[in-house]
């Protein structure tokens, strides 16, 4: 009988991974290094905390509630699952822009896309 796989990766997404209060999100913001990536444009900067944290913006637009929602909690997942393959000590906000919602795989396509991109350009912009 085969056991599973042990991993030493944990998965969670805690309080301390998600970018909370409008100071967290103007500091990113602020620095203006943007990269889209299909329906969703990714702001990233470099953090002092040693891990990723990701800030979600979905507005009105995107649609009705029950979207936005179903929009959301797949951007989190993805987070939650790429986290070990994302740059790590960057703080990432995900703007949504209006589409019919992807699935998972797609989303998580999009998002290590568009945050190694941005890694990249920080590496070129602090060398």
Same mark, same amino acid.
């Given at each position: 009988?085969?056991?599973?796989?042990?991993?030493?990766?944990? /998965?969670? /997404? =805690? *309080?301390?991974?998600?970018?909370?209060?409008?100071?967290? /999100? #103007?500091?990113?913001?602020? &620095?203006?290094?943007?990269?889209?990536?299909?329906?969703?444009?990714?702001? !990233?900067?470099?953090? =002092?905390?040693?891990?990723?944290? +990701? !800030?979600?913006?979905?507005? #009105? *637009?995107? !649609?009705? &509630? $029950?979207?936005?929602?179903? $929009?959301?909690?797949?951007?989190?997942?993805? /987070?939650? %699952?790429?986290?070990? =393959?994302?740059?790590? !000590?960057?703080?990432?906000?995900? $703007? $949504?822009?209006?589409?019919?919602?992807?699935? %998972? &795989?797609?989303?998580?396509? +999009? +998002?290590?896309? #568009?945050? @190694? @991109?941005?890694?990249? @350009?920080?590496?070129? #912009?602090?060398?």
């Amino acid at each position: 009988m085969n056991s599973p796989p042990i991993t030493t990766h944990r /998965f969670g /997404f =805690d *309080r301390r991974k998600r970018l909370r209060t409008r100071e967290d /999100f #103007a500091r990113v913001y602020q &620095a203006r290094i943007v990269k889209r990536a299909g329906p969703l444009r990714v702001y !990233g900067k470099p953090n =002092d905390c040693g891990y990723g944290r +990701l !800030g979600l913006s979905v507005s #009105a *637009r995107v !649609g009705n &509630a $029950v979207t936005r929602n179903k $929009v959301k909690r797949m951007l989190r997942e993805s /987070f939650r %699952l790429l986290q070990h =393959d994302l740059p790590n !000590g960057y703080d990432w906000i995900v $703007v $949504v822009s209006r589409h019919e919602p992807l699935e %998972l &795989a797609d989303y998580q396509r +999009l +998002l290590m896309s #568009a945050t @190694q @991109q941005l890694e990249r @350009q920080w590496n070129r #912009a602090g060398s």
